[in-house]
């Protein structure tokens, strides 16, 4: 098969030529590794002029999606999740026993008012 085509196959019209040089000025960044609890290493690039303490200390990995710090021999260890709390589990930790069948008495007790049965 004949390789006859277009020279200009994979560039848009008017892209001029290819190369780092006709991009611009590169501005000057830096290079942060932050390691996760299985040992992955993500670099984040930041502009030189940021400050240090405004470079973030924690970052999720985009490989596992653990917290990956940027101490290589002290990664963060994963937090432990909860299990999903239903809104009665919530109002049973704030409740007493006693103080729930208080409050279920008052209710019922103005229900049955606005009822008209009593």
């Given amino acids: ?6 020279a200009i196959r994979g560039t848009r019209v008017g892209s001029g030529p290819m190369g780092e040089q006709d991009r611009g000025v590169q501005a000057d960044r830096i290079a942060v590794s932050y390691w996760d609890a299985l040992g992955n290493e993500t670099v984040r690039y930041f502009s030189a002029q940021v400050e240090p303490e405004d470079i973030p200390e924690l970052i999720d990995s985009p490989t596992t999606g653990l917290p990956a710090g940027r101490d290589k021999d002290n990664p ?7 299990p999903y709390k239903t809104h009665l589990a919530y109002v049973k930790e704030r409740r007493t026993d006693k103080e729930a069948k208080q409050i279920l008495d008052d209710a019922l007790e103005r229900l049955r008012i606005k009822k008209g049965r009593r």
């Avoid at 098969?1 to 277009?6: R, V």
């Fill in 1 to 6: 098969m004949a390789s006859g085509g277009s």
């Fill in 76 to 82: 963060p260890v994963v937090a432990s999740n909860e």
